[in-house]
């Protein structure tokens, strides 16, 4: 077992009858999801809420009950997957390009837990390049602003060279930041960028963090009141 296994397993655990839960994107969330549908073909009932495209197919293939963001009331606990976490459980997401469902639906969530691998854990944000999705019109200016900022910016590509395209179709430019000072600063600057639709700092969007270890144990990680 690796430590994104140990963490996704033991999510399932979290998990209870009756529950609507978003479910994340991601190679951790796999695992959280491959438990889920053992869970669910044993009779525990659940609706899930997905974060992208591709755990709608995951989840779909193994018949977990699926249910859009804007059909459902509200979601009970969120599972998902982190590029950083620190110390504050401040964390970067977007690597699988998923950040913005993953921030509305986290958003729509009364509880929120992440699932790592040990090597997530940071002191400082920031050596993870940071996601930023951006509409594609016009996005050579942001690219520009950022460059003028110090931000390091580069386009995400497909392995063919073509930009990647987030499920809501738009671009992402990736931050390469080195590190972050002051990660709430960073994330209010960017929430004020017109044409930036989202950013991956999520900024006191967890209340738990499963934290797994190439041995198997997960250390866990509350945030504190
Ligand atoms: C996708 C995400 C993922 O949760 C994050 O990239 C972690 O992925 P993985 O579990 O594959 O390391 O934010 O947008």
Redesign the pocket.
């Given at each position: 077992m690796n430590g994104?296994q140990a963490a996704g397993y033991q999510a399932v655990d979290e998990i209870h009858n009756g529950m609507t839960v978003g479910l994340?994107?991601?190679?951790?969330?796999y695992f959280f999801l491959e438990a889920l549908a053992q869970k669910v073909a044993s009779g525990l009932s659940v609706t899930g809420v997905a974060t992208s495209q591709k755990t709608i197919d995951l989840a779909e293939n193994w018949k977990i009950p699926m249910e859009s963001l804007n059909d459902v009331d509200r979601i009970d606990l969120t599972v998902?997957?982190?590029?950083e976490v620190d110390q504050c459980m401040n964390g970067i997401?977007?690597?699988?390009?998923?950040?913005l469902y993953?921030k509305m639906v986290a958003q729509a969530s009364d509880k929120r837990l992440w699932i790592?691998d040990s090597r997530k854990k940071v002191q400082q944000l920031g050596a993870f390049p940071l996601p930023i999705e951006v509409i594609p019109f016009g996005w050579k200016q942001i690219e520009k602003m950022m460059q003028e900022k110090g931000c390091h910016p580069q386009l995400r590509l497909n392995t063919d060279g073509t930009p990647f395209e987030t499920d809501a179709h738009h671009y992402i430019l990736d931050l390469h930041l080195g590190k972050i000072d002051d990660p709430e600063a960073l994330a209010d600057e960017l929430d004020h960028v017109t044409g930036v639709v989202e950013h991956?700092l999520f900024i006191h969007m967890t209340d738990k963090t499963l934290i797994g270890y190439p041995d198997g144990h997960v250390e866990t990680m509350e945030r504190k009141k």
């Amino acid at each position: 077992m690796n430590g994104k296994q140990a963490a996704g397993y033991q999510a399932v655990d979290e998990i209870h009858n009756g529950m609507t839960v978003g479910l994340g994107t991601g190679s951790t969330v796999y695992f959280f999801l491959e438990a889920l549908a053992q869970k669910v073909a044993s009779g525990l009932s659940v609706t899930g809420v997905a974060t992208s495209q591709k755990t709608i197919d995951l989840a779909e293939n193994w018949k977990i009950p699926m249910e859009s963001l804007n059909d459902v009331d509200r979601i009970d606990l969120t599972v998902d997957g982190a590029d950083e976490v620190d110390q504050c459980m401040n964390g970067i997401k977007g690597g699988g390009g998923a950040l913005l469902y993953e921030k509305m639906v986290a958003q729509a969530s009364d509880k929120r837990l992440w699932i790592v691998d040990s090597r997530k854990k940071v002191q400082q944000l920031g050596a993870f390049p940071l996601p930023i999705e951006v509409i594609p019109f016009g996005w050579k200016q942001i690219e520009k602003m950022m460059q003028e900022k110090g931000c390091h910016p580069q386009l995400r590509l497909n392995t063919d060279g073509t930009p990647f395209e987030t499920d809501a179709h738009h671009y992402i430019l990736d931050l390469h930041l080195g590190k972050i000072d002051d990660p709430e600063a960073l994330a209010d600057e960017l929430d004020h960028v017109t044409g930036v639709v989202e950013h991956g700092l999520f900024i006191h969007m967890t209340d738990k963090t499963l934290i797994g270890y190439p041995d198997g144990h997960v250390e866990t990680m509350e945030r504190k009141k």
